[in-house]
């Protein structure tokens, strides 16, 4: 089945507590990419990635860090997470350079105390 | 970069009538607006996208129309049934550029039975 994989899909950590959250997909696809979404606010995109070791910075990427050493695989990386920083986060993975359909991940929902 | 802004934020109509969404956009280069839909506790998926080399597209009881010369582009659903309820988010990019894809900030709808 083709689709878009995310762990863990809730956590809750504390202040300074570095973090992975994975992303992988089966699809074969060039394009992948982070957003977070908030209320009010709607996805807003913290990286993407056009292809294995391509990526760069969306509109939120403060305090966040991406690698792309796999075409399958974009995990992002939280080093020092803060309070800000929780929200529920999506990878989404898309043919091309983003601007064909995006397929969304079930979403992590991050808690920072 | 691009901006895009999303009206109403929350929309509610009756089961059976119309809803309309619309969104503007800043950057006249983009021509690749899609939308989508995110059911509670849902990720978003793509359910109409429209580039802009047409005007209008229809799928079914959806159809999105587009002014570029205005800037703006509209979702509208007609004969609304309550699995329509969710929350609607466009977005717009310039197609096979690299560039990111930016999100409107979402739309509520309701559709009262």
């Known amino acids: 089945e083709a689709q878009v994989t995310q762990n863990p899909r809730y956590l809750i950590t504390v202040t300074g507590k570095k973090l992975t959250v994975t992303c992988s997909q089966n699809?074969?696809?060039?394009?992948m990419s982070w957003y977070r979404q908030d209320p009010g606010l709607g996805l807003r995109q913290i990286y993407y990635?056009?292809?294995?070791?391509?990526?760069d910075k969306g509109d939120v990427p403060e305090g966040y860090k991406v690698s792309r050493k796999e075409k399958r695989n974009f995990p992002l990386i939280l080093e020092s997470p803060s309070p800000n920083q929780t929200s529920l986060y999506f990878c989404?993975?898309?043919?091309?350079?983003?601007?064909?359909?995006?397929?969304f991940g079930p979403g992590t929902r991050l808690t920072v105390l | 970069g691009e901006n895009v802004e999303q009206h109403p934020s929350t929309l509610s109509v009756q089961e059976g009538d119309s809803a309309v969404i619309k969104c503007t956009y800043s950057?006249?280069?983009?021509?690749?607006f899609p939308w989508y839909k995110q059911e509670l506790g849902k990720r978003p998926q793509l359910i109409i996208d429209?580039?802009?080399?047409?005007g209008e597209k229809k799928d079914q009881r959806i159809a999105v129309t587009l002014n570029k010369t205005a800037k703006h582009f509209s979702l509208h659903i007609t004969e609304t049934q309550p699995e329509d309820s969710a929350v609607y988010f466009c977005?717009?990019?310039?197609?096979?550029?690299?560039?990111?894809?930016?999100f409107g900030s979402g739309t509520q709808l309701t559709v009262l039975p």
């Open positions: 977005a717009a990019t310039l197609s096979g550029s690299a560039r990111q894809l930016t």
């Open positions: 989404a993975s898309g043919q091309g350079q983003g601007t064909d359909t995006q397929y």
């Open positions: 699809m074969n696809h060039e394009y």
């Open positions: 990635s056009m292809n294995v070791e391509v990526t």
């Open positions: 950057d006249s280069a983009s021509n690749y």
């Open positions: 429209i580039r802009s080399n047409v």
